[in-house]
């Protein structure tokens, strides 16, 4: 069995992060989200995977390499003809994938636990497809499972009044029989070549067409809030728990909290956890509150700052309480009071969002 990985896209509702990074190297509890697409297929036992990314990409490539620190070897595939659905980047992928079964996974998905279970199931059914599902209470937002008498009838895209509160997740599992579906399927209203449309063509041919529900949580971070939330998520369950700073007298630490080496947190600082800290930070006189990740490089003093995602080489100094934020690469956030004339001084690019 082999893997698909999707990690193209524009990613236009994470603008302006989007805009100088791509979506899947976008940092959940410090490692890029792509990592956690890599990890579940690596827990599998799956050994070749292909990574779909966009025309000209190489970012990509630099960062997440040959696949060998996870026992793997990557292919990349680049999206040709633009951006057309998910059947249109199985069908671009064809020939690497070849005739063997395949988990196709969202690169922009995480979730709790491994999916190996899921790959045991296609397995011992013989099944032709499994679909992975989750509840949720916005259903209108995803591909939603339409069921009668325990099966799969079809998978309705978007839905404006869903039949059920179930999402289709960015997880499945193929055998070669779905290329006869996304070679047969005709675009949808938008253009698209949808895996929803490709998945009931299976069904309705009558292949064997298994699901499975995903019972922990699953986020599907296309949005903001979402990849705020993600962050929350994989906090909450973090285990790998280590403090490698310099950490002065008086600063207090509580709860989950991992620091990288060569981090200094001195002043009249409180650490309270789950709190992920990179290298070579400074935290001075400065609050860093629960399901807050802070990237490597970054200057913290005289700021409260909880439940938000600090990118790398961040300066952050105004004196101000910052929540539920994304703060990309390289951003300086000084107090008003720094210089003359007094007031707020800002460069904001397109698609920003601002809170005064």
Same mark, same amino acid.
């Given at each position: 069995m082999k893997a698909l990985i999707t990690a193209g896209g524009r990613a236009t509702r994470l603008r302006p992060?989007?805009?100088?990074?791509?979506?899947?190297?976008?940092?959940?509890?410090?490692?890029?989200?792509?990592?956690?697409?890599?990890?579940?297929?690596?827990?599998?036992?799956?050994?070749?995977?292909?990574?779909?990314?966009?025309?000209?990409?190489?970012?990509?490539?630099?960062?997440?390499?040959?696949?060998?620190?996870?026992?793997?070897?990557?292919?990349?595939?680049?999206?040709?003809?633009?951006?057309?659905?998910?059947?249109?980047?199985?069908?671009?992928?064809? @020939?690497?994938l070849g005739g063997e079964p395949f988990i196709l996974y969202c690169g922009d998905n995480i979730?709790?636990? @491994?999916?190996?279970?899921?790959v045991d199931k296609f397995v011992?059914?013989?099944?032709?497809?499994?679909?992975?599902?989750?509840? *949720?209470?916005?259903?209108?937002?995803?591909? *939603?499972?339409?069921?009668?008498?325990?099966?799969?009838?079809?998978v309705e895209e978007k839905p404006s009044q869903p039949k059920s509160n179930f999402a289709q997740?960015?997880?499945?599992?193929?055998?070669?029989?779905?290329?006869?579906?996304?070679?047969?399927?005709?675009?949808?209203?938008?253009?698209?070549?949808e895996i929803s449309d490709a998945n009931t063509y299976l069904i309705e041919k009558g292949f064997n067409v298994g699901y499975e529900e995903i019972t922990g949580w699953w986020k599907d971070t296309g949005k903001p809030e979402d990849?705020?939330?993600?962050?929350?998520?994989?906090?909450?369950?973090l285990s790998d728990i280590k403090n490698e700073a310099n950490v002065a007298p008086g600063v207090i630490i509580q709860g989950k909290v991992k620091i990288e080496k060569g981090t200094y947190i001195g002043g009249k600082s409180l650490i309270r956890g789950p709190v992920v800290i990179g290298q070579n930070c400074i935290i001075q006189d400065s609050y860093i509150g629960p399901y807050t990740s802070i990237g490597d490089n970054t200057k913290?003093?005289?700021?409260?700052?909880?439940? @938000?995602?600090?990118?790398?080489?961040?300066?952050?100094?105004?004196?101000?309480?910052?929540?539920?934020?994304?703060?990309?690469?390289?951003? *300086?956030?000084? @107090?008003s009071c720094d210089s003359l004339p007094l007031g707020h001084k800002m460069i904001i690019g397109d698609n920003s969002v601002v809170e005064l």
């Open positions: 992060i989007t805009n100088t990074l791509n979506k899947h190297l976008i940092p959940i509890a410090n490692k890029p989200m792509l990592f956690y697409a890599l990890e579940k297929i690596a827990e599998t036992g799956i050994k070749e995977v292909g990574i779909n990314v966009n025309p000209g990409e190489t970012e990509i490539q630099k960062i997440v390499g040959d696949g060998s620190r996870w026992g793997l070897k990557i292919t990349y595939i680049e999206q040709v003809g633009g951006p057309k659905g998910l059947a249109h980047i199985v069908l671009n992928a064809k @020939s690497f979730i709790l636990g @491994s999916i190996k279970r899921f011992n059914e013989k099944l032709n497809v499994l679909l992975a599902f989750a509840r *949720v209470p916005d259903p209108e937002r995803f591909g *939603v499972p339409v069921f009668q008498d325990g099966k799969v009838l079809r997740t960015g997880i499945y599992i193929y055998d070669s029989h779905v290329f006869d579906a996304v070679e047969n399927i005709p675009p949808s209203p938008r253009g698209e070549y990849l705020l939330e993600g962050n929350q998520l994989i906090l909450h369950d913290i003093t005289n700021t409260e700052i909880e439940h @938000s995602i600090i990118f790398d080489n961040a300066e952050i100094k105004c004196g101000k309480r910052i929540v539920d934020s994304l703060i990309g690469h390289n951003t *300086v956030i000084a @107090s």
